[in-house]
């Protein structure tokens, strides 16, 4: 079994559960703990025993964003030649549905990582953030990017430009989180969803998950063709002959992902 230095991994049934586990910083993202999710991550997505994963943290601390102490001296050379947390991107070209279960803190880094995954159930204590700009930098994992396409380009503005946090309320009004549980639930909530997702095929999964990236990421006429293409794959599967058999015959479908 492989040793983990800054997350716990848990297979539950066909969930795969990450929790990330640098308490003592909050869950700050170093390159090691980028190095193992990301590892972790790719092994999940191409095990046939797996159909959903969850990335957690702590009640206090999703993740407190990248760490300042790993990056405070590094150079521009430095950075860009190594294209320093540039393995981060993976996560967003894998098939497996991944669920972000955030209590605490997600801020920077940890925002940009809950919002890379494809959604986020919170905690009533959650606090999002891009305090980039407080250190003199701004977001490098995304979050311009997929917080203006989450919440809209006032918000994002006001939040990448001041520093400010969002409590989780103003979260999920604006379209950042999708559902919101006591923060002492949230974690069982969210691999109950997972659950859900993981007993559906796991090949129409993928391709529903592809399909709502397209329009996240293309225009409405690309993003119809894209799923009409789409769509007409999943009748070259047996999932879709046994989804629909089981429904016509009043029983529960056995998917096969195949
Ligand atoms: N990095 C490193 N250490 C951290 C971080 C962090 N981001 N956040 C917290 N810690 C550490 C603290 O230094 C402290 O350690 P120690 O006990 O050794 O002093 C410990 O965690 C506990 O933190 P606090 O004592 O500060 O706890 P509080 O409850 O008082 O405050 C906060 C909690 C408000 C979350 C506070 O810790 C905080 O403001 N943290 C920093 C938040 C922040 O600015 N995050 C953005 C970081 S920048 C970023 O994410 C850029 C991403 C883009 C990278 C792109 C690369 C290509």
Redesign the pocket.
């Known amino acids: 079994m492989t040793e983990y230095q800054t997350i716990l991994v848990e297979r539950r049934g066909r969930v795969g559960i990450i929790t990330l586990n640098r308490p003592?910083?909050?869950n700050?993202l170093n390159s090691e703990l980028m190095n193992e999710v990301v590892g972790v991550v790719k092994e999940f997505d191409v095990d046939e025993a797996i159909g959903a994963i969850v990335i957690t943290g702590s009640e206090k601390?999703f993740a407190?964003?990248?760490?300042?102490?790993e990056m405070s001296t590094k150079t521009y050379a430095e950075?860009a030649n190594q294209q320093?947390?540039g393995a981060w991107d993976e996560l967003a070209r894998t098939r497996t549905p991944i669920v972000a279960a955030v209590t605490g803190?997600a801020?920077?880094?940890g925002c940009?990582l809950a919002m890379l995954c494809d959604f986020i159930i919170a905690g009533d204590n959650a606090v999002f953030g891009q305090?980039?700009i407080?250190?003199g930098?701004i977001?490098?994992?995304g979050g311009s990017q997929r917080l203006t396409r989450a919440v809209g380009k006032a918000k994002a503005m006001d939040m990448i430009l001041t520093g400010r946090n969002m409590k989780v309320d103003e979260a999920e009004r604006a379209g950042l989180v999708s559902r919101v549980f006591p923060k002492e639930e949230a974690l069982a909530k969210a691999i109950e969803i997972a659950e859900v997702i993981a007993s559906k095929s796991l090949i129409a999964s993928a391709l529903a998950k592809e399909a709502v990236n397209r329009a996240f990421e293309s225009g409405l006429t690309e993003g119809v063709r894209a799923e009409r293409g789409l769509f007409y794959s999943t009748f070259a599967t047996d999932d879709q002959t046994e989804g629909m058999a089981a429904f016509v015959e009043k029983r529960d479908p056995n998917f096969t992902h195949r």
Do not use: H, R
């Not at 407190?64 to 102490?69: L, T």
């Open positions: 003592k910083a909050l700050a601390a407190a964003g990248a760490d300042i102490k950075v320093f947390f803190y801020l920077g880094g940009e305090p980039e407080n250190l930098v977001p490098g994992i």
